[in-house]
């Protein structure tokens, strides 16, 4: 069974500053991959997904992830954080074969904005 | 509706009674699914719907959770004989054919 890891549970970094989330995955082939959104009291919003091509996906609100078959890591990047990025971050992965696209999480990295 | 819809989204219920988790999908998804989210986890999939039917019901932990689907939109988690360790933000996600999912807020249910 696939799997994700998000190695860090949480970070602090200073508005202005870059950001680079971590995600790696455990799949025989290679997935589909996503990044969600979570903030306090919302549902979870789609940042960006990688299903094929470019390897360097770019998503909404700035971001961009870096699919690296190599590492078997899908890694989130911002250049320069907004306090209003403060909000949890998910990587997940859906198989890459078959109709059904349920989706398997990581466990969160929580992101904290200092001004 | 513009985006997923769930209802109620926070419910308070006894241990040992029956809860009915609504959710609205966006209009024309074909595709329906449920997940979990317990505290400081990332959501955890419950089942999986293809139109009216199951398609995937590997998720759900035991026989007191059931879901339905019986027009291939409204979808209903049914927990029987709530335990404690149901406490959750249960939540629901449509997609069209194979596209990326869309989620709505999710029902907060807390078993006491």
């Known amino acids: 069974a696939q799997s994700v890891t998000q190695p860090d549970i949480h970070i602090t970094v200073s508005e202005g500053a870059s950001l680079e989330l971590r995600c790696n995955y455990s799949?025989?082939?290679?997935?589909?991959l996503f990044w969600y959104v979570q903030s306090p009291g919302q549902g979870l919003q789609l940042l960006l997904k990688?299903?094929?091509?470019?390897?360097l996906v770019q998503g909404i609100k700035g971001f961009e992830a870096e699919f690296k078959r190599s590492q078997s890591s899908f890694n989130l990047r911002k250049p320069s954080v907004h306090w209003s990025d403060a909000a949890e971050y998910f990587c997940?992965?859906?198989?890459?074969?078959?109709?059904?696209?349920?989706?398997?999480f990581g466990s969160g990295t929580q992101l904290t904005v200092l001004p | 509706g513009a985006g997923v819809s769930q209802t109620p989204s926070n419910k308070v219920t006894e241990k040992g009674k029956y809860v009915e988790l609504r959710c609205d999908p966006i209009?024309?998804?074909?595709?329906l699914y449920w997940y979990r989210q317990s505290l400081g986890q990332g959501p955890e999939f419950l089942i999986y719907?293809?139109?009216?039917?199951?398609?995937?019901d590997s998720g759900l932990p035991n026989d007191r959770f059931f879901a339905v689907r019986p027009e291939g939109s409204v979808s209903t988690l049914k927990i029987q004989r709530t335990e404690r360790g149901d406490s959750a933000v249960y939540l629901c996600?449509?997609?069209?054919?194979?596209?990326?999912?869309?989620f709505g807020q999710g029902t907060r249910l807390t078993v006491v």
């Open positions: 996600a449509s997609s069209a054919t194979n596209t990326e999912a869309f």
């Open positions: 799949y025989g082939a290679t997935p589909y």
């Open positions: 990688y299903f094929s091509g470019d390897t």
């Open positions: 997940a992965v859906a198989l890459s074969s078959g109709s059904a696209r349920q989706l398997t």
């Open positions: 209009s024309g998804h074909t595709a």
């Open positions: 719907f293809q139109g009216t039917g199951a398609a995937d």
